[in-house]
């Protein structure tokens, strides 16, 4: 005997099967429609999880996550992660490896920093090479092509661009209007030097 949609989505007015979880007639909706309204009903609270991404939803994932962090800190005394690290080991004996597709060997990150003349090439302005590497305006790889808009990331030098940690933090993951990025040779003249 054929199976039939007993049921009437509150939502969308659209037939629906008849499952043994569902709710009588009149207040059972189909799993996407409650999503949807779900997300549109609770932006800030729990729209981040059902997919929503709007600026409003991913604020209130990040209030989430930090309170979270730090009730397992005070409960725990270390921060999350470091807490999945320390299970890991213990469950296989070692410390979960750092994937080496994110590194860049000192070598190349030199010559690159001495290809574009020390200078940031998203702002122009010099790089101090003596900075603490955690400063603001340290030198910085920057992926014209960000590492998230890849399958793999693309560590090749013609991807690679020096630029100040700071301008690197800011321009995130975006892509520059033209999708690529033309490198810079020279500081650009600043206006302080066409005063002159």
């Known amino acids: 005997m054929p199976r039939k949609m007993t049921l009437t ?3 969308c007015n659209e037939p629906m099967w008849a ?20 997300v549109i009903n609770n932006h800030g609270t729990t729209g981040y999880r059902q997919g929503c991404r709007c600026d409003e939803c991913k604020h209130g994932q990040y209030i989430y996550l930090t309170q979270y962090a730090a009730k397992v800190k005070a409960e725990q005394g270390l921060h999350p992660n470091t807490l999945r690290r320390k299970k890991f080991k ?19 990150r030199h010559k690159l920093y001495e ?12 790089i ?8 603001n305006y340290a030198p910085s790889l920057d992926h014209i092509v960000p590492q998230s808009h890849t399958l793999f990331p693309d560590h090749d030098p013609s991807n690679l661009r020096t630029v100040h940690r700071l301008c690197n933090s800011k321009r995130g993951n975006t892509l520059d209007a033209s999708g690529e990025a033309e490198q810079r040779t020279t500081r650009p003249a600043s206006k302080a030097d066409s005063k002159g």
């Open 19 to 38: 499952g043994t979880t569902s709710k009588p007639h009149g207040e059972a909706a189909h799993n996407k429609c409650r999503r949807e309204a779900n």
């Open 9 to 11: 989505c509150c939502l």
């Open 115 to 126: 290809r574009d003349n020390w200078t940031c090439q998203l702002c122009g302005e010099p």
């Open 90 to 108: 213990e469950e296989h004996g070692y410390w979960p490896e750092v994937s080496r597709s994110t590194w860049i060997a000192p070598k190349l």
């Open 128 to 135: 101090d090479r003596g900075a603490d590497r955690n400063a």
